[in-house]
C-alpha cells in the first residue's frame, strides 16, 4: 500500500511472521559440514524443506538421514564445478518441493600458498568453486526465486576479505572479494524481479576448515577474542541466526549488502 498521511503510522509488527521461513524451500551447498550444515540444520529447524548439495557423499548421505528425522530434506551429491548436475539437482528440488524460494552458496575450498608462487591452475580451481560454482546455482535456482515472489540468495564471504590475511590465503581472499561484486552486481539484476542477493560474511568459527590449522588451538582461539569486539568465540548458531535474517521477508529491503558475523572485528 503506497504511504499517505492516513497510513504511514505503525499500528502493528508481525515479528514472528516476518522472520517466518515455514514453508519455504531453500538449497543450501556445502551442506555436509561447517556452516552450511548449520545453517541446513536450522532451516528444517525452523519448518523449511531444505535442498542439500556436498561433494562429500558419504558425509551427506548421514546428514540427510538425521534431518529427514526433523524436518523435510533432500539431499544431492553434487560438484559445483559441473554446471549440468547443479541445473538437474535445483530442478529436482524445485519439482519436489514445489519451487525455490531461498538459495544459500556457502561451499568452498581454501588452498594455502603464497600467491608469489601458487599453481594457476589451482587459482583456477578454487575460482571455479568459491565464485563461478555460486553463479552456477544463481542461474540454475533464479527462475524459481523469481517465480517465488520472495527470493532470497545468500553468498558467503569473509572477513579474510576485509584484513588482507591470514598469509597464504590470497587465492581464497580474491575470491572472497569477487563474491562481494558478484553479488552487488546480481543484486542491481535480480532484485528489480523481486530476489535479494546478500553477502553474509563470517569472521573466525571453529569448523574443520580451522582445526587442525594451529598447533596450539588455545592460543588461536585467545588471538581472536583478542581482535574481536565481544569476547567469545563465535558459534555456528550466529551464522545460522543471521541467514535466517537474510533468507526471510525481514531482510526484503536489503540487497546487495555485505553482513559481517565477526564479533565487531572489521567494520564494513
Ligand atoms: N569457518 C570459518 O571460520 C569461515 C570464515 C570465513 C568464511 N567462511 C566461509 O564459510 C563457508 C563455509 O566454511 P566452513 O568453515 O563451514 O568450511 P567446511 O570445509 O567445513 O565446509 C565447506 C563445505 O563445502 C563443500 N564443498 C567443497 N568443495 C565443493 C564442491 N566442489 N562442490 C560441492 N561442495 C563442495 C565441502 O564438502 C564442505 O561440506 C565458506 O564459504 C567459507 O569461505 C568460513
Not at 581454501?110 to 580451481?125: C, N
Amino acid at each position: 500500500m503506497p504511504p499517505t498521511a492516513d497510513n504511514i503510522e505503525p499500528t502493528a509488527f508481525d515479528a514472528a511472521g516476518l522472520f517466518n521461513i515455514e514453508g519455504r524451500t531453500a538449497v543450501v551447498t556445502g551442506a555436509a559440514h561447517g556452516l552450511g550444515l548449520a545453517i541446513a540444520t536450522a532451516f528444517v529447524g525452523a519448518g523449511a524443506n531444505v535442498g542439500l548439495l556436498d561433494i562429500d557423499a558419504d558425509v551427506l548421505a548421514d546428514v540427510e538421514a538425521r534431518l529427514k528425522g526433523r524436518g523435510r530434506a533432500v539431499a544431492h551429491t553434487v560438484d559445483v564445478r559441473d554446471t549440468v548436475a547443479v541445473s538437474s539437482a535445483i530442478r529436482d528440488i524445485a519439482t519436489e518441493f514445489g519451487g525455490i524460494d531461498i538459495l544459500v552458496n556457502d561451499a568452498a575450498i581454501f588452498p594455502s600458498a603464497p600467491l608469489a608462487d601458487i599453481d594457476l591452475d589451482e587459482v583456477a580451481s578454487v575460482l571455479d568453486i568459491n565464485v563461478v560454482g555460486y553463479l552456477r546455482t544463481v542461474q540454475a535456482a533464479l527462475p524459481y526465486l523469481q517465480a517465488s515472489g520472495h527470493g532470497h540468495i545468500i553468498n558467503f564471504g569473509s572477513v579474510t576479505f576485509f584484513l588482507g590475511n591470514p598469509d597464504g590465503l590470497g587465492a581464497y581472499i580474491a575470491t572472497k572479494g569477487a563474491v562481494v561484486g558478484l553479488t552487488r552486481a546480481l543484486a542491481r539484476e535480480v532484485s528489480p524481479l523481486g530476489v535479494t542477493a546478500n553477502v553474509l560474511a563470517p569472521g573466525a568459527f571453529p569448523t574443520r576448515a580451522e582445526f587442525g590449522l594451529y598447533e596450539d588451538q588455545a592460543a588461536f582461539d585467545r588471538s581472536v577474542i583478542e581482535k574481536q569486539s565481544v569476547k567469545r568465540r563465535g558459534s555456528v548458531s550466529d551464522i545460522a541466526a543471521a541467514a535466517i535474517y537474510l533468507a526471510s521477508d525481514a531482510s526484503d529491503f536489503v540487497t546487495g549488502q555485505t553482513l559481517l558475523v565477526d564479533g565487531g572485528w572489521t567494520f564494513n
